[in-house]
């Protein structure tokens, strides 16, 4: 408004900065409709192949792959939500011995680096006949980082719920497991929307743990698997393309329609 | 925190709280103590040893920290973490206040550009990874191709030494500068429009608002950042597994990559243990170094 130069500066420093952010996904997009042996040498499909989408998803390695992610994110997310919303309710809630050294303690979690437990994690989980099976990519996250920061957030929100709401309850003689599940858990909405967004994403992401744990393809989760395709099929970048879109797509389209919610679970996690 | 203790036991927490309380933490407990605290002493002890994968292994006291000192490998990719490290941090943060002063005010399009930069915090590192590989791909890459239309003969992006770092942090930037971004607009957003007025009052430009309003006003946030990104980069691994292997010769090889190769290619599961602790004791300094500065954080808002 005040100056029209400036305002065409910082419009043009945004558009180069914006096309580094969006220009990799369009492209990989573009890619991954391509036929093959122009992968290289097109700026935009022509023709268009939907053959790379209906080939990759008759792949029944990537279904398999894709679907591990979907469930096993799903699965750690709801354990997170349930375990930390129980924990986080007692250390807001609940009067009881020990109570503040546990929290310290659960709070030490966050600093444990999973580089480091990892070695005797694998040697426990070997003892156990327990590798290349989902369990430990679901029991690990649960009970460290995700679940870890999750009762922090739970305990954080559930102090700022009015007493009121739930000595009511209590007066009617309700027990403590009913106050948690009946009251407080229905009004931990906003929190624990958070914490799914955040969980869900850093699981899906999750790559040391099935790096480690899983040997096989079909119990693969999505990120090992494509970063295993680059190796052996270097040159199929149409079918790559393709897959990477089908494993990002979903996200970005949550991401869309729940963008406020988004960036606050993301925005949680990274100052925890 | 023992005053606190006492107090609450005075207050007579009934035998009914105290076993509920105790259940309701129970399952988180039990957890952290199976799948954290436990393995954390145990990586200890293991550091201790001779420790191969298949055969017996054998108690060497701190040989294995005797080793590392001396490894140029170890030493190699110690410096490899701390140059990526110093590359990524200053690059991203600078960035994002960048772009967050630019995103603060309202102007025709911010909703895009503001989405448009977190759109790589949503999507996957691995296929963040991938797509930037193939961008970069020496000969028929995107980013050579577009070179050589200016007459540009571009390098192998990521075979070749000078280039292979700092490659892989411009893309790791350009992954997480938007969650920065967002870190510091909020930060920017609570300083008090007045100041604003007050130094518009005394004709300051736009640069001269930004040092000496809006910088000291948010200086606690860009401390905190600065070290919550500087741990997730002394972290690096994903980006790295998929873009160079560690290579070319080793000039990508960062601690986590050298501590999973020693660990689960190598299998000198003692020598592994000990490499961890070393990045144990650099992550522990800077939490403590985060909790300190959030302590004088809490300070200045009172």
Same mark, same amino acid.
């Given at each position: 408004m005040r100056n029209k130069g400036s305002n065409l500066f910082k419009y043009i420093i945004l558009l180069i900065i914006t096309s580094l952010m969006i220009g990799p996904l369009l492209w990989m997009i573009s890619t991954s409709l391509k036929e093959p042996a122009k992968t290289f040498t097109? !700026? !935009?499909?022509?023709?268009?192949?939907?053959a790379n989408y209906a080939e990759v998803l008759g792949n029944s390695t990537f279904l398999k792959q894709y679907w591990n992610s979907i469930y096993i994110s799903i699965l750690v997310t709801l354990l997170v939500l349930l375990f930390s919303s129980m924990a986080g309710y007692a250390f807001a809630r609940i009067k009881f011995i020990g109570r503040n050294v546990i929290f310290l303690l659960l709070l030490s979690v966050m600093m444990i680096p999973a580089e480091v437990t990892i070695i005797p994690l694998f040697l426990f989980m070997r003892e156990l006949g327990l590798i290349n099976t989902h369990l430990p990519l679901i029991l690990l996250p649960t009970f460290g980082a995700s679940g870890a920061f999750g009762v922090f957030l739970m305990r954080q929100f559930f102090i700022m719920i009015p007493k009121e709401l739930e000595e009511a309850a209590i007066m009617d003689g309700c027990s403590k497991f009913k106050v948690y599940w009946r009251i407080m858990l229905p009004l931990s909405v906003p929190a624990l929307s958070t914490l799914t967004i955040f969980t869900f994403l850093a699981n899906w992401d999750e790559f040391l743990y099935p790096l480690i744990f899983i040997n096989s393809r079909e119990l693969m989760t999505l990120p090992i698997g494509l970063s295993l395709f680059t190796d052996e099929t270097g040159t199929a970048w149409h079918h790559l393309m393709s897959a990477t879109t089908l494993a990002t797509i979903p996200l970005l389209i949550i991401f869309f329609f729940a963008q406020k919610k988004f960036i606050e679970g993301m925005t949680a996690g990274s100052i925890k | 925190m023992l005053r606190h203790l006492t107090k609450g036991k005075k207050l007579g927490s009934k035998w009914s709280d105290n076993i509920a309380g105790w259940l309701f933490v129970s399952p988180m407990l039990i957890g952290f103590t199976l799948f954290m605290f436990g393995p954390l002493l145990y990586a200890f002890f293991i550091s201790l040893n001779d420790w191969p994968l298949l055969g017996d292994e054998t108690f060497i006291g701190i040989k294995n920290y005797e080793t590392l000192a001396h490894d140029p490998i170890f030493i190699k990719s110690l410096v490899n973490t701390l140059l990526f490290s110093l590359g990524l941090v200053p690059f991203n943060i600078i960035l994002a206040i960048f772009l967050a002063s630019l995103l603060k005010n309202k102007f025709f399009g911010i909703g895009l550009f503001r989405t448009a930069i977190f759109v790589p915090v949503v999507t996957s590192l691995i296929v963040w990874s991938i797509v930037w590989k193939y961008l970069l791909a020496t000969e028929l890459g995107f980013i050579n191709q577009m070179l050589a239309l200016i007459g540009i003969e571009g390098p192998s992006w990521l075979l070749s030494i000078p280039t292979a770092l700092p490659v892989v942090i411009f893309v790791s930037v350009l992954k997480n500068v938007g969650l920065n971004m967002i870190l510091f607009l909020t930060a920017m957003q609570q300083v008090p429009a007045e100041l604003y007025e007050a130094s518009e009052l005394d004709g300051a430009s736009n640069f001269r608002k930004f040092r000496s309003v809006t910088l000291p006003l948010i200086t606690p946030t860009v401390f905190l950042t600065m070290i919550i990104t500087t741990i997730g980069a002394m972290k690096v691994f994903g980006q790295i597994y998929v873009m160079t292997r560690g290579g070319p010769v080793d000039s990508t090889k960062v601690l986590v990559y050298y501590i999973w190769e020693t660990a689960f290619k190598h299998f000198d599961m003692g020598y592994a243990s000990a490499l961890a602790f070393v990045l144990f004791f650099i992550l522990l300094a800077f939490t403590i170094l985060s909790w300190i500065v959030r302590k004088r954080w809490v300070f200045y808002e009172e």
């Open positions: 097109q !700026f !935009f499909p022509n023709p268009i192949r939907w | -």
